[in-house]
């Protein structure tokens, strides 16, 4: 039907053609010598030499399996990137394609990512470490394929200007580099991966809990806190400095700096620039009011994930090449051309990775690390002005307000949570959770209103700030004397008009649409 | 200053004539201009509306002649005009009109097929914009999850508006075919020939050929520029973004919902007024200092270059000029890189010992006022060739005979400068003025490239992240649109919202600028 009427639409809007011809879909699933062939687009890293091997990786798997001829193209894109450009069109997206871990949340709630069957799911499960395996799941889904499990952040230094002694503090650190005039690089104010560093010292958490649809659904965040102010201060050593740079990137050594913090994707460039010289360790500690604390970090992996399909040979011939390309063969290959740090459990129980000096920094490390599990799109946002909140602060109130300011930040993000009943008595405000009283318990919620005197003493209840969420009025099983039920089919409007004003406590089950009302 | 005091009962508030206007002196003339500028507003807005009012009038006399003129057609008619209100073209075709007859048709029947086919159901989806979410569902066999396509959002809103065009399209045409009875059957009542096809062929490439050359950069208008705007316009009104993409989950109408995040003061925040209002204050100041430093400055170097008696001019321009053979990201991104706390710039400080150690580094991009200072900065260094070279064009056209009575006259350098070069030259790059000031105000490159906005500032932290002391409203935009949650909706509104402010200071400025108002002044 749906090809009915797009060829339809080009026979009448003759223009139209040039639009919809370069839309057109693309007939797969030719059948060829016994091979189903997919013409399919990967994207992988934009680094060095990574579509290449992407490439011979993909030719190996097609000499392996007779019965799939996959017809790559492969392009390079950065992994903390591709959600953002995945999202804007996922029906034109790749087929496949790597991210980074803290993308996950978004891609799932865009359908942008096909869940594993449960053969797959079983294969990635008993191969993968269990950081990685939680890293891919969200609500008990799993929902994509790890590929690295070096998503960590670590300290790279220059042997020349510091000593191994210096490494285990921060102040110290801070201070060989200022009297050495070098630069110490961390993006404590451009990144809130890398400054939450300091809040995880000090034993802050911000968990988020999401639903089925990756909606995120509440946070447990202490950031403003005691503790929070605590790693503020401790960000003040370094914000303060006049050695800060806030910035992560490997080629800092050949530009002044002396540390750098960052991950085992800067090792070939630091280690052109440093050779010999260059040293790797867990981050440093900070010491606040006599109290010492041990930089924390996020650890993470680095995921790949299939395009949701509708022809089911095709998901399949994907499933079966992105287990391929994430096993323990193409992880080690990586590892050994890239440094990536496999998340195969049996890559990492070789020698080479075991021995390998930036993941045993970043093993070391990880004994202080936050797994990264899904966090709002928002929160990366939000976090990173503390870095410039600690850098301009003249006062520990000023640090308090900055951590207020978060605060009533992240939990905007939630004010649109809940039910609201949407009428005359609140201006059709679909954001105002206020002026009806809602309280939900699990799939029920209550709300109690005043209907005012009104022309029309109508409304309906939708999720706040969610339109496309009307619970009709169908199925009002108690009170249905008091209103008028009522379905306007024109514009699709399922209102209940309350029939007299007065005070109403309207209770639903958001499963089964089950409405009660009570008049009070 | 007698002056002054001969003008010491005229009141600037009254109406002045232009004699007495001359009495004054020059500051009291400015502060007239002004007070009779702000006066005016009331007048000019209540004429604005009169105008609208009867734009709207005029529309319903229009359409009420309209259907007079469709009712006495049919009524008058003969059984050929008749039918044609039914069977488009069947008056032409009967009529010998073939080939005109002919389009008519077959564009009524195209239409009644498309809107059966695909139109009714476009439009049936337009008000919701979908209701049936796509699934995934199990095959056992494979042991892989597939999607099962549902609505798509997007579709709805692009094939419904598309569908919405074509019937006003059809209603055009129809109306156009009654008109072409009409016009026939008075032809024929005063017993001249119809067209024939050929004439009608060959009158598209001579007396119509206006039409046949338009066709195709219209179509191409619309469907480039008329329907994406169109599209963008309603995303405003709906809940589009990253979480709800049409495709993998519905969006659908909010209303004026998305209008409210900026102007409700009411939802904490979520609020982002404060930091639009930040931002459209600076995006103004920048706009203001991007284009009258880059005009008076290279307005004053092409001078320079331009005075008798300077060598070698050919090499200034030369140097100028290549400032400009460097694709312009390239050398923006090169030029953030150099100021930054470790780069060229400081590195060179350091090395002459101009600076003693890193607590004298100049940290160009993290400091608020030094940010704004070095874009606009940058900015003359890339813009002042442009201008230059237009200048220099324009100041070997003013008459030499102007000056040299001027010197004649004794006006000294300065005088010459002010009564003839600049008057002459808003004449002329007036327009141009205009367009830069709003190419400014949209100036993406030169903020995002150098300092992507930056530095953050941590009073605007909304739930939405934050927002820079160099970001620009166009920046800002991009920011919400590429950031975590892709807000679509969000960055059509503030498209939006742009397009308000430029097109009420376009309107002013259109209006003062004298190159609109005295066009024989320098002719």
């Not at chain 1, 503790?227 to 800060?244: D, P, R, V």
């Not at chain 1, 928002?378 to 900055?402: F, N």
């Not at chain 1, 029309?456 to 619970?471: E, H």
Request: charged share 15%; hydrophobic share 45%; net charge negative.
């Amino acid at each position: 039907m749906k090809k009915l009427l797009k060829s339809s639409l080009i026979l009448s809007l003759v223009a139209l053609l040039l639009c919809t011809a370069g839309c057109g879909k693309k007939e797969e699933g030719g059948n060829e010598g016994g091979a189903a062939s997919y013409d399919i687009t990967v994207w992988v890293s934009e680094s060095d030499g990574v579509t290449d091997l992407t490439k011979e990786q993909i030719e190996r798997f097609n000499a392996a399996n007779e019965d799939i001829q996959i017809n790559a193209t492969i392009e390079g894109i950065s992994e903390s990137e591709a959600a953002t450009q995945m999202i804007t069109d996922v029906e034109s997206g790749p087929d496949l394609y790597c991210f980074a871990q803290d993308q996950l949340a978004r891609l799932v709630q865009a359908g942008a990512l096909a869940v594993l069957g449960e053969g797959a799911s079983a294969t990635v499960k008993g191969a993968n470490d269990a950081g990685a395996v939680n890293a891919a799941t969200v609500d008990g889904k799993l929902y994509c394929y790890p590929l690295t499990s070096d998503n960590g952040y670590f300290m790279y230094y220059d042997k020349s200007v510091i000593t191994e002694d210096m490494v285990d503090d921060l102040a110290t650190l801070v201070k060989a580099c200022e009297d050495n005039n070098k630069f110490f690089s961390m993006e404590y104010k451009t990144s809130a991966w890398y400054n939450a560093a300091f809040f995880f010292a000090t034993g802050c958490v911000s968990d988020w809990k999401t639903d089925s649809e990756g909606k995120f659904t509440s946070v447990n965040d202490t950031f403003n806190s005691a503790n929070g102010l605590t790693a503020m201060k401790g960000m003040e050593i370094l914000a303060k400095s006049k050695a800060a740079n806030s910035s992560s990137d490997g080629s800092d050594f050949s530009k002044g700096s002396a540390v750098v913090v960052t991950g085992t994707w800067a090792l070939s460039t630091i280690k052109d620039i440093l050779g010999d010289n260059m040293g790797v360790a867990d981050l440093p500690s900070f010491t606040v009011d006599g109290q010492t604390y041990h930089l924390g970090s996020f650890s993470g992996n680095k995921l790949m994930g299939v395009k949701p399909q509708t022809d089911p040979e095709k998901a399949s011939a994907l499933q079966r090449l992105a287990l391929y390309l994430t096993g323990e063969e193409c992880q080690l290959e990586r590892f050994n051309k890239f440094g990536w740090g496999p998340s195969n459990v049996n890559a990492q129980a070789t020698d080479a990775v075991s021995s390998d000096p930036t993941l045993v920094a970043l093993a070391a490390q990880n004994a202080y690390a936050t797994p990264q599990g899904q966090i709002h799109g928002s929160w990366w946002d939000i976090a990173k002005v503390l870095g410039t909140v600690a850098e301009t602060a003249t006062s520990d109130a000023d640090l308090q307000a900055g951590l207020d300011n978060y605060k009533a930040a992240i939990d905007a993000l939630f004010s649109l949570n809940g039910y609201v009943f949407v009428g005359a008595w609140n201006d059709w405000n679909n954001a105002d959770t206020e002026k009806a009283v809602m309280t939900q318990d699990g799939e029920n919620i209550t709300i109690t209103l005043d209907v005012p005197q009104s022309d029309y003493m109508g409304g309906r209840i939708v999720a706040a700030g969610d339109w496309g969420t009307d619970m009709g009025c169908q199925q009002v099983v108690e009170g249905a004397d008091l209103i008028v039920a009522y379905d306007a089919a024109s514009n699709g409007d399922n209102n209940i008009i309350f029939l007299e004003p007065g005070n109403y406590t309207v209770s639903a089950n958001l499963s089964s649409k089950e409405i009660k009302i009570v008049k009070n | 200053m007698e002056k002054t005091n001969n003008s010491k009962n005229i009141s600037l508030f009254d109406d002045i004539g232009d004699l007495d206007l001359l009495q004054l002196t020059k500051f009291q003339t400015i502060l007239y201009k002004i007070i009779h500028f702000f006066k005016g507003i009331p007048n000019g807005v209540a004429s604005l509306f009169k105008y609208i009012f009867s734009l709207i009038k005029n529309f319903f006399v229009w359409i009420k002649n309209d259907l007079t003129d469709i009712v006495q057609t049919f009524v008058n008619g003969d059984y050929k005009t008749k039918l044609s209100f039914i069977i488009m073209g069947f008056g032409s075709i009967a009529r010998g009109q073939i080939l005109r007859g002919l389009l008519f048709l077959v564009f009524e029947i195209v239409f009644i097929v498309y809107m059966y086919v695909a139109g009714f159901h476009w439009l049936g989806k337009l008000p919701t914009l979908g209701t049936e979410l796509p699934g995934t569902a199990y095959d056992p066999r494979l042991d892989t999850y597939v999607r099962v396509d549902g609505d798509d959002s997007f579709k709805c809103l692009l094939y419904g508006v598309l569908t919405i065009l074509f019937i006003l399209a059809f209603i055009y045409t129809w109306r156009l075919n009654v008109k072409q009875n009409k016009i026939s059957e008075e032809i024929l009542k005063s017993g001249k020939k119809l067209k024939s096809a050929k004439d009608d062929v060959s009158s598209l490439l001579d007396e119509q050929f206006h039409k046949t050359l338009l066709a195709l950069p219209l179509t191409g208008i619309f469907f480039f520029t008329v329907l994406p705007i169109l599209f963008m316009i309603l995303v405003a009104f709906t809940n589009y973004d990253g979480a709800h993409d049409g495709y993998s989950n519905l969006f659908t109408w909010v209303g004026m919902d998305n209008f409210n995040s900026l102007f409700n003061l009411n939802l904490g925040a979520n609020n982002l007024s404060v930091a639009f209002g930040e931002i459209l204050s600076w995006t103004l100041i920048w706009a203001f200092f991007a284009t009258f430093t880059n005009y008076f400055l290279g307005m004053f170097v092409a001078i320079m270059i331009n005075k008798k008696g300077i060598k070698f001019k050919k090499i200034w321009r030369g140097i100028l000029v290549l400032t400009s053979a460097v694709p312009q990201f390239i050398s923006l991104l090169y030029v953030s890189k150099m100021f930054s706390a470790n780069g060229l710039v400081n590195g060179m400080l350091l090395n002459t010992g101009i600076i003693s150690d890193l607590s004298h580094i100049i940290r160009f991009w993290e400091d608020t006022t030094l940010a704004r200072v070095m874009v606009i900065v940058i900015n003359i260094w890339i813009g002042v060739p442009y201008l230059m070279l237009i200048v220099t064009g324009i100041l070997m056209n003013i008459p030499a005979d102007l000056y040299e009575s001027a010197r004649i006259d004794g006006a000294n350098a300065a005088q010459q400068f002010f009564k003839i070069t600049l008057p002459y030259m808003l004449f002329v790059t007036g327009p141009y003025l205009l367009t830069s000031f709003i190419g400014n105000i949209n100036n993406f490159n030169v903020i995002y490239l150098l300092t992507a906005g930056g530095p953050d500032n941590p009073k605007l932290l909304t739930s939405a992240g934050t927002a820079g002391d160099t970001d620009l409203l166009v920046t800002w935009l991009f920011k919400i649109t590429t950031g975590a949650e892709s807000k679509y909706y969000l960055a059509s509104v503030i498209g939006i919202m742009i397009f308000v402010v430029v097109s009420f200071l376009a309107l002013i400025v259109y209006n003062a600028i004298p190159s609109t108002r005295n066009e024989e002044d320098y002719s």
